[in-house]
């Protein structure tokens, strides 16, 4: 196997760029998971884990090699909150944000955190620079996306007014080193309305877009409004039954956490 470690991006996108089909590796808790197992065989791996620019944290920014370690601190409550929730701390010291995009599991327990604060997934290539996708064009089903073979993840690019009311949560088959059985994010603006996002509950992260509008015309929201905001909730999502749950579970569970969510928002 020939393994390349470029030290900088330009470096990176232009030894993608001469190998599309070659591998790219941040933290491997992913990958080498798959090799580990016989799914993947590289034959050429790229080392993304030497290059400084893809581990900054800037205003609006958070480069694809940030680790979980790194986000556990992050000023977004609800990104500090899931960081903590990832794998264990071996986990967490090693797999980034990048290759739980790079994945699109709909089990990453990142992207609702991404689907809720609206943000966009900046990729490059050497032959066509830089370009922005949102979240929803960027995932496209199961481990699926819309990367190009010659694109390099960049960053996850915030938008402003991400609001700072903003709780994250999941539900597994035990309380830690867990892959998510349902996995929600809520974010309330000063003005009341909210953003729900949920994972684990359809092929790609999705918004209650229905449930959120529910909020908008009622920002102070009676037990009432609250019992029908879950009920939309489990009405938006559409989950599968499979081993490690039921569609009808996933469906209940989804409403259930984001009421919660909401709850633990308008208490503040
Ligand atoms: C024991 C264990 C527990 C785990 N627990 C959780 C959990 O609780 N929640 C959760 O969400 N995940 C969990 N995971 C999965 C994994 O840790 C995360 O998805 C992690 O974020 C992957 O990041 P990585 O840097 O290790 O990715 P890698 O394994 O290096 O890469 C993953 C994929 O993304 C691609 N990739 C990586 N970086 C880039 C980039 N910059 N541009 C383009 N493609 C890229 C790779 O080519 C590969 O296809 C767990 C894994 C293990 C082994």
Redesign the pocket.
Known sequence: MEITRPTSLADALQARGADPGA????????????VNFGYARPEHVIS?RRIEE?ARIEDGRIG??V??ARLEKSRHRALAQ?SR????P???A????????????P?????PWLAAADAEIE?ASEARGTRRVPWSDFFTGVKSNS?ESD????AAVVPDGVPENQEFA?I?QRSA????TVAACVMRHEDGSVRVALGSVAPTPVRAYRAEQLIADNPSPSAAVLDEFARTVSEEVSPITDHRSTEAYRRHAAGVLSRRLLERCLAR
């Open positions: 591998d790219l590796l941040a933290g491997g808790t992913d990958l080498m998971v798959e993304l893809l694809a090699g680790t979980w899931l929730t990832v794998g264990s071996q986990i967490r090693a797999g980034t944000i990048g290759g739980n995009i790079g994945t699109s599991s089990a990453g327990d990142g992207l990729v990367l694109e390099v993840i960049v999941k597994g080193m867990v892959i998510s």
